[in-house]
Every structure is written in structure tokens, then in C-alpha cells.
């Protein structure tokens, strides 16, 4: 124990209270000091690590509350890299990824177990299992990717895809070269081994989300939903290690089963990022720190040969394997060097594998001492490239990901039209303002983050007191639901004695560009489907409308299926609804259906190609054929039909049969009906004034692809 007088204390901290006080200082003050002579935060805390470890000034030990933390830490990256990839590109660049997968893994097997035999004079297991080291890398550069926007970037989504290959794998070649020192490689093995990784596969990927999708829905409380998602991580990190695969295969899969039940744009999503990235992650990074020894390098001569030899081949391996992977598909320079950074990094896997091998005894020499299948000398080298890796990984990551999201943003404000994006939601209650209000960010661009309208009307010759503080409490509560997902809302309380014309003035002062309403409650035999109320803003308002019933938690839902009549395309309403429906797939990550006619689907597929979502098409059913509508219809669906007002293009006279199709086969389902807009002259350019029926085709898809692609501008 170290006297320390200045504090009366001693070193190591034992004092929980003065421990845990070090660390939050450590994760506030060590991104702040060292981010002013540009060394990523990510790095700084592994440095910061290293000072106050046990190998540096001795203030803190890594016991069992910092490795349980890290674990935490090391898992939520895992967790979030699987939860935040784009399901859409994932699928895309599958192929891509398993490309990449297989070089991160076979170059560095391939140069790992040359290196073990002919420099570092290792037998062939030894050699092997050194080899996997290299080919196992850990997502440490993720969370300051995902921070700086470029998250579903196709580098990104690729190496994420490639690390759950070569990481698999490489944790594969550690259990059998064990297995084989212990003697047990044999029928018995191999068939436990692919029965129980099967098991693993169906429950977490086909089990999981089911139990997940019952409890959003049954259960809406902030902290309960937390705690749940925190549960399936570490059950997922169970069922691997029991499977006989590593904890972190288990994380990222359970992130990749429940990316379409938590969509990017919910609070919980909001909560999940804003522990990890605060909490657990710099809790994993401090600890990868302590683990380094400087003094490894003057024990002696082999210690500094087997940690150069490492480093190298590390470094060198993972550069081979993202410069074949940019040299196969064609990626820019920036792109390697996201990939290269995400990849070089050894920490998880590596130190799983370093610490199996050094604990795995295969005889003793001699004297009778222990023979080890990996030594001190590598245990030391190995603490060495964790610490050289990731100083490497950072500084890649940064630079290729600083270049990308600037290439990324429009930085060049004339060259693209900015259309303004105003969202006005009409609140009543409590009770239907939170569905309204997550809608609402559902149909938002993803890097918007103001825009939002709350409103509420109050007539002024009512007799009830308590009236504007009720309204002022709604609106309050709405203002906290968007905060929760760190988007700004506007609260706006009104004096009216007519709600339609309050509502219709607060459209034309502010420019409201979509209007977001509650399905009307139905009050007696003389009361309309929609309500006098939503009717008359229907006459008189011109911008986009959605009426929303919802019957469960929005990101509960399986499939949106979206029904849009034919000739939609022709009217200049068109891409103004369209962008929000990219968005809630963008958004939510779940599968849309779309039901179009021929012209309607050449459009949309022509979108498609610059902005893909995850999307099938299905011919639109004649007016007759959506009485069947149930017949479409499955468990956990939402239903989005297109309507239009009478004398547009896509108007129908059936349309007026919508309440009776929506009371005899949606009571069960939640649905939003959209009213395209209707666009008043003065308010785009005159070639787009023109009737979308007088456009000819090239010309009008020309119009919408551009104004599709305004609107969906990528940060």
C-alpha cells in the first residue's frame, strides 16, 4: 500500500465512493484534455486506463466491479454495432461483408502462423492460436464512428458484417486447438458443438424477437423497457459462451434480432445509446487500459521481440485485408481507412483467446514447471499490440470517417434546394399525445431534429378554470417526449372559439408542411368517419395530412403496408407524402409492402435505386377486391392507405367506402390514412406548377426523383 498525505488516503483506492469518483472524472476529463492535441477520446481513456492502473500509478485496481463493468462495456458495443446497422444494407452487402470476412481472416491466419513458425520458433497449435489472435479484432473505433453520423456508411456496414465472420471464426479455432490440447477433438465434439451452435442461432434469432415484440407491447414503462433490453443482451451473451462460441458473438446477434423492434428514433433507442456511450463503453476502454504494462518492454529481450513480431503482423494482416477489400469493390481511399480502423483493433477476442491459452497447461518441462500452449512472453506481447492497435485504429477511423462525413453533408447549400420540414400535431390529452408525437418522429428526416409543432386550442368563453393549465400540461408532456429522443418541439397554446380555424391559421403562420391528427372518436349515429373537425381542415388546409389510429406501439409493427391507387404519381402532392413513408422505413427498419399500379411502381422503383429501403411490391387490388382485405391482413400489420381529395387526379368515388372497409376489418390493426397535399401557386417553380397529368413522363419523373432526393438528403 502506497501512502498518499496530501489526500490521507492510500493507494490502491479502496474507498468506493473516492473509486468511483476517479473513474467519472477520468471519462469526463481525459476525452476534454487530450481532444485538444487531436487524440480521439476512444484512446484517451485507454491511456487514462493505463496511468491510473495497476501498472502505472496504482490508484485503482481492475477488480471484479471494473472487469464486470467492462464486460458490460465491451457487449453494449457489440450490441449497438448490430442494433444500429441498416437492416436494408446489411442485406445488401452481404456478400461484400462475407468477403471481407474471409480476407480479415484467412490474411492474417495465413501470416500469423507463418510468423509463429519461422520468427518466433512456435509449434503449429501454438502457432495457430496465435494466428486466430490476429484474425479476431474488436469494434473499439465503433461508438466515435456512430457519433459522427456515418453509421450506415456501406464501410462501416460491411467490416460490422465481417467482424461477425472472422470474430466467429476466430473463436471457433481457439475452442478446437483447446479442445485438441486437452485430447476431447473427436465425433463427440464436433456433434455437441454444431448442435448447440443451431440451438443458439434459432433461439436468438427466431425466439428472442417474439418474446421482445410481447413485452413492447404489453409493457410501455421507460425503465422497465431498459431493463428488458438489457436482460436479452446478456442472455444472448450466455447462450454463446454455452454454445461454445464467445459472449460477444451472442451481443451483436441479439442487436441484429431486435433492430426492427427498436427503431432509431425512440426513446428507447435514445436511452440504450446515452448509458452505453456514458457509462459502460468508457467503463470497457479504462479497463483495456489497465491491462497495459510498460514495463513488459524491459523484463526482457523476448518480451520486445514476440510484441513487434505481434504488432506488425496484426497491423500489417488487417491493412492486406482492407486494401483487398477496397481493391475488390472498388471503395474509395476514406472507406479503406474506416475499414482498416474498425478491423485493426485487438482487444475482446484477442484477450479472451491470449488469457485460454495461457491458463490451457500441455505438460511440464524438466524442472516441472508448467508448459503453457501460449507464454508469458506472449501474454506481455499481447498487452502491448492491444494498446498499439488500438492508438492505430483510432487515429484511421478518425481521419477516414472525418472525410466521409463531410463529403456526406451538403456543404453546398445552392446546389441543393432545402425544403423546409414542419410538423404540426393538434393535442388534446396525454393519453393520445405520445403516439401522435412518435409518429410524428417516425415520418421526420433522421437528422432533423426541430421542426416539431405541438398545439393546443383553448376556447376562451369556457367556463372550466382549469382549462389552460390542463392544456399547458399536455403540452408540457409532449415537449418531454420529444426531448426524450433529443428533439426540439414548439409549443404553441391558442385562444379560439373555433378549433378548425385555429387550427387552419397556426398552418398558414408557421408554414406547416404536414399536419399529424388522432383518429376521431365517433360520438353518435349523425357523426361522420372522420369528424367535422378533420373534415374541414381536409377542405381547407392544403398540406399534407395523416390520421393516425394506433392500436399498438408503433415499433411493434411487422409490416407497414402501404396502398397507393393509381395515378398518385401524377399529382404534385406526390413526393411530399412519399419522403414521409421512406422515412418510417428508414426509420423503423421494418418491412414495407407496397401496393401499386404499373406507372405508379416505375416511379418508385426509379427512387428505389438512389434511396433503397426494405421494400416488396404487390399489384394494387381493384376497388371490389379491398373488401377482402382481411385476407392480406397478419397479426402486428399497419395498415397506410393514400387517399385523395375529390377532383385529384387519383380520386376514386370508392374511397368514400374507406370507414366501412376500416370499422369491419381494422378494429385490430393500427392505420394512418394520408391526404396528399395540395400545392398553391407561388410555392414551387412554374415548371413544377404544371399539372402532373400535362408533365410528360421522362419530365415528371424527373421532377419527383429530384424533389424525392431533396427531401431525403443523407447528412
Request: aromatic share 10%; net charge neutral; with cysteine.
Given at each position: 500500500?502506497?501512502?498518499?498525505?496530501?489526500?490521507?488516503?492510500?493507494?490502491?483506492?479502496?474507498?468506493?465512493?473516492?473509486?468511483?469518483?476517479?473513474?467519472?472524472?477520468?471519462?469526463?476529463?481525459?476525452?476534454?484534455?487530450?481532444?485538444?492535441?487531436?487524440?480521439?477520446?476512444?484512446?484517451?481513456?485507454?491511456?487514462?486506463?493505463?496511468?491510473?492502473?495497476?501498472?502505472?500509478?496504482?490508484?485503482?485496481?481492475?477488480?471484479?466491479?471494473?472487469?464486470?463493468?467492462?464486460?458490460?462495456?465491451?457487449?453494449?458495443?457489440?450490441?449497438?454495432?448490430?442494433?444500429?446497422?441498416?437492416?436494408?444494407?446489411?442485406?445488401?452487402?452481404?456478400?461484400?461483408?462475407?468477403?471481407?470476412?474471409?480476407?480479415?481472416?484467412?490474411?492474417?491466419?495465413?501470416?500469423?502462423?507463418?510468423?509463429?513458425?519461422?520468427?518466433?520458433?512456435?509449434?503449429?497449435?501454438?502457432?495457430?492460436?496465435?494466428?486466430?489472435?490476429?484474425?479476431?479484432?474488436?469494434?473499439?473505433?465503433?461508438?466515435?464512428?456512430?457519433?459522427?453520423?456515418?453509421?450506415?456508411?456501406?464501410?462501416?456496414?460491411?467490416?460490422?458484417?465481417?467482424?461477425?465472420?472472422?470474430?466467429?471464426?476466430?473463436?471457433?479455432?481457439?475452442?478446437?486447438?483447446?479442445?485438441?490440447?486437452?485430447?476431447?477433438?473427436?465425433?463427440?465434439?464436433?456433434?455437441?458443438?454444431?448442435?448447440?451452435?443451431?440451438?443458439?442461432?434459432?433461439?436468438?434469432?427466431?425466439?428472442?424477437?417474439?418474446?421482445?415484440?410481447?413485452?413492447?407491447?404489453?409493457?410501455?414503462?421507460?425503465?422497465?423497457?431498459?431493463?428488458?433490453?438489457?436482460?436479452?443482451?446478456?442472455?444472448?451473451?450466455?447462450?454463446?459462451?454455452?454454445?461454445?462460441?464467445?459472449?460477444?458473438?451472442?451481443?451483436?446477434?441479439?442487436?441484429?434480432?431486435?433492430?426492427?423492434?427498436?427503431?432509431?428514433?425512440?426513446?428507447?433507442?435514445?436511452?440504450?445509446?446515452?448509458?452505453?456511450?456514458?457509462?459502460?463503453?468508457?467503463?470497457?476502454?479504462?479497463?483495456?487500459?489497465?491491462?497495459?504494462?510498460?514495463?513488459?518492454?524491459?523484463?526482457?529481450?523476448?518480451t520486445i521481440i514476440v510484441a513487434i513480431v505481434m504488432t506488425l503482423v496484426a497491423t500489417t494482416a488487417k491493412y492486406l485485408a482492407a486494401l483487398a477489400t477496397q481493391k475488390t469493390f472498388g471503395f474509395t481511399k476514406d472507406e479503406r481507412k474506416i475499414m482498416f480502423g474498425l478491423s485493426n483493433a485487438q482487444a475482446a477476442a484477442?484477450?479472451?483467446?491470449?488469457?485460454?491459452?495461457?491458463?490451457?497447461?500441455?505438460?511440464?518441462?524438466?524442472?516441472?514447471?508448467?508448459?503453457?500452449?501460449?507464454?508469458?512472453?506472449?501474454?506481455?506481447?499481447?498487452?502491448?499490440?492491444?494498446?498499439?492497435?488500438?492508438?492505430?485504429?483510432?487515429?484511421?477511423?478518425?481521419?477516414?470517417?472525418?472525410?466521409?462525413?463531410?463529403?456526406?453533408?451538403?456543404?453546398?447549400?445552392?446546389?441543393?434546394e432545402d425544403i423546409a420540414e414542419r410538423i404540426l400535431i393538434p393535442v388534446r390529452n396525454q393519453e393520445t399525445s405520445d403516439e401522435l408525437i412518435h409518429l410524428s418522429m417516425m415520418l421526420k428526416s433522421p437528422q432533423k431534429k426541430t421542426g416539431l409543432y405541438a398545439l393546443s386550442i383553448i376556447n376562451p368563453e369556457t367556463e372550466d378554470t382549469g382549462a389552460e393549465m390542463k392544456a399547458q400540461k399536455t403540452l408540457n408532456q409532449a415537449s418531454k417526449v420529444a426531448g426524450s429522443t433529443d428533439h426540439f418541439l414548439y409549443e404553441l397554446l391558442r385562444y379560439d372559439t373555433n378549433v378548425e380555424h385555429g387550427i387552419s391559421s397556426v398552418i398558414r403562420e408557421n408554414k406547416i408542411t404536414d399536419l399529424v391528427l388522432g383518429l376521431h372518436e365517433k360520438r353518435g349515429m349523425d357523426d361522420s368517419f372522420l369528424g367535422d373537425l378533420t373534415e374541414g381542415l381536409l377542405s381547407k388546409c392544403a398540406t399534407t395530412t395523416f390520421i393516425y389510429k394506433p392500436y399498438q406501439p408503433f415499433d411493434t409493427h411487422k409490416r407497414h403496408l402501404v396502398f397507393i391507387p393509381p395515378n398518385t404519381e401524377k399529382e404534385l402532392g406526390f413526393p411530399f407524402w412519399l419522403v414521409k413513408v421512406w422515412n418510417i422505413a428508414r426509420n423503423s427498419g421494418?418491412?414495407?409492402?407496397?401496393?401499386?399500379?404499373?406507372?405508379?411502381?416505375?416511379?418508385?422503383?426509379?427512387?428505389?435505386?438512389?434511396?433503397?429501403?426494405?421494400?416488396?411490391?404487390?399489384?394494387?387490388?381493384?376497388?371490389?377486391?379491398?373488401?377482402?382485405?382481411?385476407?392480406?391482413?397478419?397479426p402486428d400489420d399497419n395498415i397506410i392507405m393514400v387517399l385523395s381529395r375529390p377532383g385529384e387526379t387519383s380520386y376514386h368515388p370508392k374511397m368514400r367506402q374507406i370507414p366501412h372497409l376500416i370499422n369491419m376489418w381494422l378494429k385490430n390493426h393500427s392505420f394512418i390514412l394520408i391526404y396528399p397535399n395540395q400545392p398553391k401557386n407561388g410555392a414551387m417553380p412554374v415548371m413544377d406548377m404544371i399539372h402532373g397529368s400535362l408533365i410528360g413522363p421522362i419530365e415528371r419523373l424527373d421532377w419527383i426523383g429530384r424533389t424525392v432526393s431533396n427531401l431525403l438528403k443523407r447528412k
Open positions: 500500500m502506497i501512502p498518499f498525505s496530501i489526500f490521507s488516503i492510500e493507494l490502491p483506492i479502496t474507498n468506493p465512493v473516492l473509486k468511483f469518483l476517479v473513474i467519472l472524472l477520468i471519462i469526463l476529463l481525459a476525452p476534454l484534455l487530450l481532444n485538444r492535441i487531436k487524440i480521439p477520446p476512444l484512446l484517451g481513456l485507454i491511456i487514462a486506463g493505463a496511468i491510473v492502473g495497476p501498472n502505472g500509478l496504482d490508484m485503482i485496481e481492475r477488480d471484479g466491479g471494473i472487469i464486470l463493468s467492462g464486460t458490460a462495456g465491451l457487449l453494449y458495443i457489440m450490441f449497438l454495432a448490430g442494433l444500429e446497422i441498416d437492416l436494408v444494407d446489411f442485406r445488401k452487402n452481404s456478400k461484400k461483408s462475407f468477403v471481407f470476412g474471409m480476407f480479415t481472416f484467412l490474411i492474417p491466419m495465413g501470416l500469423g502462423i507463418l510468423a509463429g513458425l519461422y520468427l518466433l520458433d512456435f509449434g503449429w497449435a501454438t502457432s495457430i492460436l496465435l494466428a486466430s489472435m490476429f484474425a479476431s479484432h474488436t469494434l473499439i473505433a465503433y461508438p466515435m464512428i456512430s457519433k459522427m453520423g456515418i453509421a450506415k456508411n456501406r464501410a462501416v456496414n460491411i467490416t460490422v458484417g465481417g467482424t461477425l465472420i472472422t470474430d466467429t471464426l476466430a473463436l471457433l479455432v481457439l475452442a478446437i486447438i483447446v479442445g485438441m490440447a486437452h485430447g476431447e477433438v473427436n465425433a463427440a465434439f464436433w456433434t455437441k458443438l454444431g448442435l448447440s451452435l443451431s440451438l443458439f442461432v434459432i433461439i436468438v434469432w427466431f425466439v428472442l424477437p417474439q418474446i421482445g415484440r410481447w413485452f413492447f407491447k404489453k409493457y410501455e414503462g421507460n425503465v422497465s423497457q431498459y431493463i428488458f433490453v438489457l436482460v436479452l443482451v446478456f442472455a444472448g451473451a450466455a447462450l454463446a459462451e454455452w454454445a461454445g462460441v464467445e459472449a460477444i458473438i451472442g451481443a451483436f446477434m441479439v442487436g441484429l434480432a431486435v433492430n426492427p423492434l427498436i427503431s432509431h428514433t425512440s426513446p428507447l433507442m435514445n436511452r440504450i445509446e446515452f448509458v452505453g456511450n456514458a457509462i459502460f463503453i468508457p467503463f470497457f476502454l479504462i479497463g483495456v487500459g489497465m491491462l497495459v504494462d510498460f514495463r513488459a518492454f524491459f523484463q526482457s529481450k523476448e484477442t484477450l479472451a483467446a491470449v488469457l485460454v491459452g495461457f491458463n490451457t497447461i500441455i505438460g511440464t518441462d524438466a524442472s516441472g514447471e508448467p508448459m503453457r500452449l501460449l507464454s508469458e512472453y506472449v501474454l506481455n506481447g499481447t498487452i502491448v499490440m492491444i494498446l498499439v492497435t488500438c492508438t492505430i485504429a483510432s487515429l484511421e477511423a478518425q481521419k477516414g470517417a472525418k472525410r466521409i462525413a463531410m463529403s456526406e453533408s451538403p456543404l453546398n447549400e445552392e446546389k441543393s421494418a418491412r414495407m409492402i407496397f401496393y401499386t399500379g404499373e406507372e405508379t411502381r416505375t416511379s418508385l422503383l426509379e427512387i428505389l435505386q438512389r434511396h433503397p429501403i426494405r421494400v416488396d411490391f404487390r399489384p394494387f387490388p381493384t376497388w371490389e377486391e379491398l373488401d377482402k382485405l382481411d385476407i392480406l391482413l397478419k
